[in-house]
């Protein structure tokens, strides 16, 4: 097209990288290892320096097009100054939204307060015609640094609440897509060469990088094959281009309706190509399966391959001073009771025998049998253990007494939550180091 202008904000558009897809691939082929935490470090951040990057390129084309000839150090001002003034929106909604959701509980209002925060930061940022993308990015990046509880609840729900803002963003993207502008053979040219060198620059800028950080061999070759994806910030920012330019005369205009036809275009194509891509890439750098998780122990094992064997036992005949003997000599919260000919009864917790302290006198009439709790969630041997962490979660229990088998009521073992995860946490490291050998 011979404008300078449209390759500065294509260039900028082309180093943003889409995190969603590139996460779901990773995970969907339990990718761990060196090319894999590098990919997610960069995907993490370098939507933010493609942001900063369009603002200084944005700068640069409304010059080239107005025809301006401004000092560099003029050109570097405004951007610079709308880059701050997003990043201290951002930080300042973060915060207040942080302290208001500490002091909500109902979920409904945590929903109904993120979201206006969020069309908030938009309004300002388009009032002050700063960033309103940069500014919703900080905005997200402090609420869910700040040390909360409420933090994984609010973005669970803000979640659950954007899947069709997603897929109405993208309709209304496609929208504006004229499939006859692409058909005109420099316009597909300009999309084909915008996929070609936006490919070769990942590959050869991760080479590059990689060889001046002395990264390892494997970052070096693959890392760039593991950054093709593009999605919602480039398209983002074309339809800010396409605002941006439709004030500075047809030409500009013109300009930005292309940018935007090009950007989602090759967005369509790139969604295709990046997920075998990004597999080839950790395919090579032999880190698929690597990725050991909670989930993957946990699938592995049956209920009688983790429980706890050897514990106290509690018999319905011990009077109130073996019981509290018995639980003396064990750190325990949960102890089982079983009947003379070892048929499983029920528990009885630390909290069961607070009653019973004050009758001292009567501790030889006390019976295990007497204070005995049932209980009606129990475990087998043969059980899957998956099945079992469920009903831990569920029902926001720590302990489960194991059955031998459903039709008897013999007992076999227990199950504390805690003990559980610490297995599970040691399972997990274990394996990754045996993968890692």
């Known amino acids: 097209?011979?404008?300078?202008?449209?390759?500065?904000?294509?260039?900028?558009?082309?180093?943003?990288?889409?995190?969603?897809?590139?996460?779901?691939?990773?995970?969907?082929?339990?990718?761990?290892?060196?090319?894999?935490?590098?990919?997610?470090?960069?995907?993490?951040?370098?939507?933010?320096?493609?942001l900063l990057?369009?603002?200084?390129?944005?700068?640069?084309?409304?010059?080239?097009?107005?025809h301006e000839n401004p000092s560099l150090l003029s050109n570097m001002a405004i951007p610079l100054f709308q880059i701050a003034a997003s990043v201290i929106l951002g930080v300042v909604a973060g915060?207040?939204?942080?302290?208001?959701?500490?002091k909500v509980r109902?979920?409904?209002?945590?929903?109904?307060?993120?979201?206006?925060?969020?069309?908030?930061?938009?309004?300002l940022s388009i009032y002050f015609r700063v960033d309103p993308i940069l500014a919703s990015m900080v905005l997200g990046v402090v609420a869910s640094n700040l040390q909360s509880p409420k933090n994984k609840e609010m973005f669970d729900l803000v979640k659950k609440f954007s899947p069709p803002i997603f897929i109405l963003f993208f309709v209304l993207v496609g929208a504006r897509l004229d499939g006859r502008i692409l058909m005109k053979?420099?316009?597909?040219?300009?999309?084909?060469?915008?996929?070609?060198?936006?490919?070769?620059?990942?590959?050869?800028?991760?080479?590059?990088?990689?060889?001046?950080?002395?990264?390892?061999?494997?970052?070096?070759?693959?890392?760039?094959?593991?950054?093709?994806?593009?999605?919602?910030v480039a398209v983002g920012l074309a339809i800010a281009t396409f605002h941006t330019f439709s004030v500075l005369g047809e030409e500009a205009r013109s300009a930005g309706f292309l940018i935007i036809s090009i950007i989602t275009a090759t967005t369509f194509i790139l969604q295709l190509?990046?997920?075998?891509?990004?597999?080839?890439?950790?395919?090579?750098?032999?880190?698929?399966?690597?990725?050991?998780?909670?989930?993957?122990?946990?699938?592995?094992h049956k209920v009688g391959d983790v429980m706890e064997s050897d514990f106290f036992v509690i018999r319905e005949n011990n009077n109130l001073h073996q019981i509290i003997d018995i639980m003396k000599e064990s750190n325990a919260n949960n102890f089982p009771v079983v009947s003379m000919d070892d048929k499983f009864r029920g528990v009885i917790s630390l909290s069961d025998l607070r009653d019973t302290f004050n009758e001292e006198q009567m501790d030889q009439l006390i019976l295990a049998g007497d204070i005995v709790r049932e209980v009606d969630i129990v475990a087998y041997t043969d059980q899957e253990l998956k099945d079992v962490m469920q009903v831990f979660k569920s029902k926001n229990i720590d302990y489960?007494?194991?059955?031998?088998?459903?039709?008897?009521?013999?007992?076999?073992?227990?199950?504390?939550?805690?003990?559980?995860?610490?297995?599970?946490?040691?399972?997990?490291?274990?394996?990754q180091q045996e993968l890692e050998v």
């Open 1 to 50: 097209t011979g404008k300078v202008y449209m390759g500065l904000i294509l260039g900028a558009l082309s180093s943003a990288t889409a995190p969603a897809a590139t996460y779901s691939v990773l995970g969907e082929y339990k990718a761990r290892g060196p090319v894999t935490m590098t990919t997610l470090s960069i995907v993490a951040l370098d939507d933010a320096l493609a």
């Open 53 to 66: 990057i369009y603002g200084f390129a944005s700068v640069f084309a409304r010059s080239l097009i107005l």
């Open 95 to 102: 915060f207040i939204l942080y302290k208001i959701t500490n």
């Open 106 to 123: 109902d979920k409904g209002r945590i929903l109904s307060l993120a979201l206006g925060t969020i069309i908030f930061v938009v309004g």
């Open 185 to 232: 053979g420099n316009v597909l040219f300009l999309a084909i060469a915008y996929i070609l060198s936006r490919s070769i620059g990942k590959v050869a800028g991760a080479y590059i990088g990689g060889k001046m950080s002395g990264a390892r061999d494997t970052v070096t070759k693959y890392l760039g094959f593991c950054l093709f994806d593009q999605a919602g």
């Open 273 to 300: 190509i990046a997920p075998p891509m990004i597999k080839y890439g950790i395919k090579k750098a032999d880190e698929i399966n690597r990725d050991v998780t909670d989930e993957d122990v946990v699938e592995s």
């Open 400 to 431: 489960i007494p194991v059955l031998k088998g459903k039709e008897s009521m013999l007992l076999s073992g227990q199950l504390e939550y805690r003990k559980l995860m610490d297995y599970i946490e040691k399972e997990v490291l274990l394996r």
